[in-house]
């Protein structure tokens, strides 16, 4: 489970569980779909979990009602498995004396799991984390101690996680092992914390310890110690001082949400990457047998059908009609039958106009598909089958981690009906996937390299009476998603046009310094567009390119240039977007204007 929040806390006096709910609460903004916790009372567990908010659940179990020193808690957004009970966190092992909070995704559980039942462990959950419940309780047969037990279990786990592990027969330790996902100690006079985010202990200790990949650590109410994993030698590391406010870090760190969000992409296109293989084949197999796909989506969810149009025909050679949500049933609704698929795509899962569409095909018999990002979502009943983005709780209005993330599982999908329709051999197949994974990394250089040249765009921008945004090609998608995002948050006047349309009529608006933002990239458009680049030029207009950074002649003809790094026409809608959402952000910033939340809309629009 990405972007779940763990909290764990030893203490050396008086009850843990008021302590561990108001860390709970401070973490909220990272789940809500449930919430639990597990505290060691003498020689045994109690633990009392349930299904939604930290307010509902505590008023359902009274969190306060545990007793005991040491405990660990957990709140859940969920993907893997929908919110129950039984999937809330903490998981417990079949003795009922290890539980487990987590947050990540181990991706060898199927593995794992098979082989755990192999030796006779019942599961009751449906999520990856109880396999590490089990390990551990199975290495602790031979390995009567508890630490090392964890360290010889955590071995065995692929993936990413952040861990908290508690063992009532060892009750004064808590067990925390790290990879990917964040996890920091606080170190306290009169206990020691842990958390996947020190807000969540922010008033206890002003001291905090960032725990690295491939470490364990222990807590008891009276130390701390850190492990290599990969040694088992201690490690000695000071704790530095906390110069976060609790208000700032519950956005990360961040003024806002958005801005917050922007910056999670490189992570959770990581996580995009590794969405749920059995479904994305199914969903692949689907596509590839009907006679007519459609893509449909609103907003920005409807520019990732756009992009996605290009690649499903560059790569797999499939014709896709990506169509607007609003106006499906009109435009199509008349032409669906039992051959035709749907693939609906909406981060929210609750957009009514999708809704209405999926209702609409299901009557006509025909394949109704969904990308999401939340897992309890309308659309996820709606669907024969669907894929969950895995992108983590957007709270900002502006979708921004959710539009990359849907690009990255349209490209995956492509990927796999053009192996189907043998578009391309096995060896482009190895090839793109191993650009793929290359694209966290990448978004990660471009966010930290141009933003403070977009910065200074927006300085430029912010009080312009309209701006247009030009692309060719796959990028016509982004140059309508940068222009929303400007839209929306900065409610500056914009127009965006796929670039050879301009002449067609829009570039009659061009004055004296109108800007006129072109995303470029290095493609099979880039000559055409270089001519939309001086048509505009020549009648005055102020030339804002993004495009490749050897670029030279682009460079030239431009007013101001954003550069960005060589990559695969493909994956350039992906990449091209991240400057455009810094520069809607910083624009509506220097507007005075709270991007997060934009004036007239919601998160997600349940009435047509
Ligand atoms: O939840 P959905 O993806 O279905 O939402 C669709 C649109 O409402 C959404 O993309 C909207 O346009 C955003 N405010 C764009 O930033």
Known sequence: ??????????????????????????????????????????????????????????????????????????????????????????????TGNIAVVHNGVIENFLELKEDLIEKGHVFKSRTDTEVVAHLVEEELKEEKDFVNACLKAIKKVEGSYALAIIYSKEPDKIVLVKKESPLYLGIGKDGNFASSDPVAFVDKTNLMIPLEDYE????????????????????????????????????????????????????????????????????????????????????????????????????AGLATIPVVASEFIHQYGNTLDPD???????????????????????????????????????????????????AGPEIGVAATKTYTSQLLIHLLLALEIGKKREKISEEEFKDYFAKIRSIPKIAESILKNTEQKVKEVAEILKDSSHIFYLGRGINTATAFEGRLKMLEIAYIPSSAFSAGESKHGPIALIEKNTPVIFVAPNDSSRRVILGNIMEIKSRGGKIITLGNSDDKELKEVSDIYIEMPESEDILTPILYVLPLQLLAYYTAVLRGLDPDKPRNLAKSVTVE
């Open 1 to 94: 489970m990405f972007m779940c929040r763990i909290f764990a806390a030893a203490l050396a006096e008086g009850k843990v569980s008021p302590i561990l709910k108001i860390g709970l609460k401070r973490l909220e903004y990272g789940g809500y779909d449930s919430a639990g916790m597990a505290t060691i009372n003498g020689d045994h567990l109690e633990i009392k979990k349930g299904v939604g908010k930290i307010d509902e659940v505590d008023k359902a179990v009274n969190f306060e009602s545990l007793e005991g020193n040491v405990g660990i808690a957990h709140n859940r957004w969920a993907t893997h498995g929908y919110p129950s009970v039984t999937n809330a966190h903490p998981i417990v092992d079949c």
């Open 216 to 315: 364990l650590a222990v807590i008891t109410p009276y130390y701390y110690k850190i492990y290599s994993i990969n040694t088992g030698n201690i490690i000695t590391r000071k704790p530095t001082e906390i110069n976060i406010t609790p208000q700032m870090i519950e956005k990360g760190g961040f003024p806002h949400y958005m801005l917050k969000e922007i910056f999670e992409q490189p992570t959770s296109l990581y996580y995009a990457m590794n969405i749920q293989k059995p479904y994305l084949e199914a969903i692949a197999e689907l596509m590839y047998r009907s006679k007519i796909n459609f893509l449909v989506g609103a907003g920005t969810s409807y520019h990732s059908c756009l992009a996605a149009s290009y690649m499903y025909s560059k790569l």
């Open 340 to 390: 035709t698929s749907l693939l609906l795509v909406s981060q929210s899962g609750e957009t009514a106009d999708v809704l209405k569409v999926a209702s609409f095909a299901r009557m006509k018999a025909s394949t109704v598909m969904a990308i999401t990002n939340v897992v309890s979502s309308t659309i996820t009943r709606l669907s024969r089958l669907y894929l969950v983005q895995q």
